[in-house]
């Protein structure tokens, strides 16, 4: 027998006997050897309320241990003043690519999934990133894709015209759902709905998504209409309510905005009356979206004060109504600053509400969320501020959201805790120097203070260095 089968019938031995792994003998330790040691680190476990200094031992994939004993590794990592986490879960990453993944790895995200706008087709989509991510992916079936591709709209990420401007006829309608349900029996991780860029979707069309949903038991992500924001929850609370299908409204701060405590008093009734309501936020006071969408019709009427609201990361520059006109008609990514730190404090703050960053780059520009999420809501508002504590963030930004799919993606039931078993998505970072140093003049830079990122086991940050040569992200699909 070898030593480490013999370390692994200890422990069957151990827990038949009713003690915790916790509590392991010295023999055993001493004779196991694990791939990964994380040796006398803080651990922070949302799910146990642990906050505890622990060596934690990873074989493969999973957690293998956590002691107070010494555990021995192949590699072992000093973690002493230094928070070992569970990795961060992004429930809203519309940035999913390699260069995306690096910028989430530094920011202690093991986790990104498409879940606003989603994919279609849902196949090809995982099929492109099976193997080849550094950090976990996924994607829900998008409305969004479905509807473009179904009324041959010419926008990319977003629609730019027909999908945008006119409403969907009953044949198209019907080969937008086909789609949709389609992606949902491929594994799609709920429906994608961003009804505030389709406003000519009729509350029949956005109703009978719903209703198709329901049956899958996944959730609706909604980006709600725009305009009046108690209308706009008010119609997907309702239709959630008549149809059964748990509902997900993304960024709670930038679709309420001043409303946004009377937003979060709606989910929480919502909730307390038998809804699966849930929301998130981004820890910022400006959002980012294309300019050629219809978060932008008819702006072309207000006054020049609003334009100077709007800057174009690819140049920096604040808008004037002219250069805002160019723009639209080439289209791309413009931030607007429509928000207060009353508002987002508030949001990030709230027991209910998850952290997510709605963030992309594409070639170095974009939003800085996209970057320095999760380092921003630890340094700034836990270290910083103590706007929140440490353990809530950690359950904010993992086992909140592992919660949210984990009854339709047996995956996520092994994500978002530091326990024995469950995945070795872990980040470690110091709490004393975590920031983000993105900002919205360059938003293409690493955050500070996250040491080591393992995903599935390996190390994809280590020293506070990207690990070349690896891909151990793997897809997450709902079953």
């Keep these: 027998m070898s030593r480490r089968t013999s ?22 330790t001493a004779q196991t050897v694990y791939d990964v040691v994380l040796r006398s680190g803080r651990v922070l476990d949302p799910e146990s309320g642990v906050d505890a200094v622990r060596n934690v031992a990873i074989s493969g994939r999973a957690i293998a241990a956590l002691s107070t004993e010494p555990l021995h590794g192949r590699v072992e990592i000093d973690a002493t003043g230094l928070v070992v ?7 809203h990453s519309h940035g999913q690519t390699p260069e995306n993944y690096r910028y989430k790895a530094m920011d202690g995200v093991t986790t990104a999934l498409e879940l606003e706008v989603g994919a279609s087709p849902v196949s090809s989509w995982y099929a492109a990133r099976d ?8 994607a829900s079936s998008g409305h969004i894709p479905a509807r473009m591709a179904v009324m041959k709209d010419t926008g990319g990420l977003l629609p730019r015209d027909a999908a945008m401007n006119r409403a969907a006829s009953p044949q198209e309608q019907s080969e937008i759902e086909a789609l949709v349900r389609k992606g949902l029996e491929e594994g799609g991780l709920g429906i994608g709905m961003g009804i505030a860029y389709t406003p000519t979707a009729t509350p029949e069309e956005i109703l009978n ?43 709670i701060n930038s679709a309420a905005t001043a409303k946004t405590a009377q937003a979060l008093r709606m989910i929480e009734g919502a909730r307390q009356h038998g809804l699966d309501v849930t929301t998130e936020a981004y820890p910022y006071v ?9 978060a932008y019709a008819g702006w072309e009427q207000r006054s020049p004060e609003s334009f100077a609201t709007l800057l174009w990361p690819a140049t920096g520059e604040r808008l004037t109504r002219e250069s805002f006109e160019r723009y639209r008609k080439q289209g791309g990514f413009v931030i607007q600053f ?47 501020e103590k706007a929140l504590t440490l353990m809530d963030t950690i359950r904010k930004a993992s086992l909140m959201p592992a919660q949210r799919l984990e009854s339709m993606s047996p995956d996520m039931r092994q994500k978002g805790r530091l326990r024995v078993s469950a995945d070795a998505d872990i980040a ?52």
């Design 131 to 138: 193997g080849r991510s550094l950090i976990n992916f996924g």
């Design 338 to 384: 429509n928000n207060t730190e009353a508002m987002v404090r508030m949001a990030i703050s709230h027991p209910l509400v998850m952290i997510a960053s709605d963030g992309i780059l594409e070639n170095g520009k974009g939003h800085p969320r996209g970057a320095g999420t999760y380092a921003r809501v630890l340094g700034k508002y836990v270290r910083e």
């Design 209 to 251: 998504l719903f209703y198709l949903v329901a049956p899958f038991r996944r959730p609706v992500f909604v980006h709600m209409r725009s305009g009046d924001v108690v209308a706009g929850l008010q119609e997907v609370i309702t239709d959630a309510a008549v149809s059964g299908a748990p509902l997900h409204v993304v960024h």
């Design 85 to 91: 986490a569970p990795g961060f879960i992004d429930l």
């Design 7 to 28: 370390g692994a019938g200890l422990i069957v031995a151990v827990l038949a006997g009713g003690l915790s792994v916790s509590l392991m003998p010295p023999l055993l």
């Design 428 to 479: 470690v970072f110091d709490p004393t120097r975590v920031i983000d140093r993105a900002t919205f003049e360059n938003a293409a830079q690493y955050s500070d203070g996250v040491r080591y990122v393992l995903v599935g086991g390996v190390l994809v940050v280590r020293d506070s260095k990207l690990q070349e040569g690896v891909a151990p992200g793997q897809p997450m699909r709902a079953r």
């Design 286 to 294: 400006a959002g980012m979206t294309d300019i050629a969408s219809a």
